[in-house]
C-alpha cells in the first residue's frame, strides 16, 4: 500500500443518515502499515480490559476504548489535540466535551493501568530475552517545568539538578523497567516540594 496524507481510522460513529464516516489523523509522512501494527499492538496487549479493571470507563455515548485510541496516537504523533479538534476533522470527532471530561476524570486510576500495562509489555519482552539477561528497575526524578502557572494546586519552586537553577513546577517521581535494551516505565508520582516555603501554592480545600 502506498502513504497517503490522511490515514488511521480511530473511531466510527453513525450520522443521522446512519451512514459510517471515521475519524482520520493528518500526518507529515504517515504509513498505513504503521498505524495497523499500532493497532493490533493496542488489542494483543487488551488495553480494553485493563481499562475496565483501572474503573477508566464511561456511562454512555461513544466508548471509552475509542477516546482513548485517538489520545493515545495524538501523543504518538505529536499532535495538538485542541488544534486536531478544531481542524477539519471536527465533524468526524466526537465533542470536545466528550475528550476533556475523559482526560479530568480524577477517579480513574491511571497509576494502576499504567502498572498492569507494564507488567505485559515486560512479560512480552521477557519471552523475548535469555532468562539470565540483568534486568533492573531505574528511579528517576526529573523536574517537571510550569513555570507559567500560578494557581496549580502544591506547584512549588524546585532545584533542577541537571540545570542547576531553581524552577516552578513538580518533581516526577518515575520507576522503568528494563533489560539494558528496553525500557517501560512502571510507575510515577508528581511530587511537590516537602518545605513549606518552597510551595507556591498549597492544596485547595475546595476540591475534594
Do not use: C
Request: proline content about 2%; aromatic content about 10%; hydrophobic content about 40%.
Amino acid at each position: 500500500m502506498h502513504p497517503m496524507s490522511d490515514i488511521m481510522k480511530m473511531q466510527s460513529n453513525k450520522n443521522q443518515t446512519g451512514k459510517v464516516h471515521t475519524t482520520m489523523i493528518n500526518q507529515n509522512n504517515p504509513s498505513e502499515q504503521t498505524n495497523i501494527a499500532f493497532l493490533k499492538a493496542f488489542k494483543a496487549l487488551k488495553l480494553t480490559g485493563l481499562l475496565r479493571d483501572s474503573g477508566i470507563r464511561k456511562a454512555q455515548g461513544i466508548k471509552v476504548t475509542r477516546v482513548f485510541e485517538l489520545l493515545l496516537l495524538l501523543a504518538f504523533q505529536g499532535k495538538n489535540l485542541y488544534r486536531y479538534l478544531d481542524s477539519k476533522y471536527q465533524e468526524t470527532a466526537a465533542s470536545k466535551n466528550t475528550y476533556y471530561r475523559f482526560l479530568n476524570t480524577s477517579t480513574y486510576n491511571w497509576r494502576r493501568f499504567l502498572s498492569s500495562l507494564s507488567a505485559k509489555v515486560i512479560s512480552s519482552f521477557s519471552r523475548l530475552t535469555r532468562p539470565d539477561r540483568v534486568k533492573v528497575f531505574i528511579l528517576d526524578d526529573s523536574v517537571v517545568s510550569r513555570n507559567r502557572s500560578k494557581h496549580v494546586e502544591l506547584l512549588a519552586n524546585l532545584y533542577d539538578h541537571a540545570d542547576h537553577r531553581f524552577i516552578k513546577g513538580f518533581t516526577m517521581l518515575a520507576l522503568g523497567w528494563t533489560d539494558g535494551y528496553s525500557f517501560v516505565p512502571t510507575d510515577f508520582a508528581m511530587m511537590s516540594s516537602a518545605s513549606k516555603k518552597n510551595r507556591i501554592q498549597e492544596v485547595s480545600e475546595a476540591i475534594d
